[in-house]
């Protein structure tokens, strides 16, 4: 897998960024149901942005390396209580990761995680 010219720099500018704000005209997203889950959700996506900035440095990046940062940074939220617009917010940002480094598929991982199933299975 070649891993993008300006990835690593992406997944730094990925993690500066506001998130979980509302987003009225991008993806249309009220804000977090309970604003003080903020601090707690930005520090375990910008942890996922670490994962990739981990395998992107990597010698030998792979998808499936890739895939697996992404089961693991999930599995960092399951423990929280979210609705459902916020467990999409975090599946949006798992894509825009994906988007920096060039990964085209989850491996099923975001699917499995938001609706409990792996269509690919």
Known sequence: ?????KAISNLELFQAKSKFDQDTVGMF????ADPAFKP????????AADDFTEVAKDNRPTEEKFQEKISIGLSRFTPLSL?????????SYFEELMDIVGLESSGGHLNAWMYGFDPTK
Request: aromatic share 4%.
């Open 1 to 5: 897998m070649t891993i993008p010219d």
């Open 29 to 32: 997203y009220p804000g977090l």
């Open 40 to 47: 707690t959700l930005t520090k375990l996506i910008n942890q």
């Open 83 to 91: 609705d459902t617009e916020d467990r999409e917010r975090v599946c």
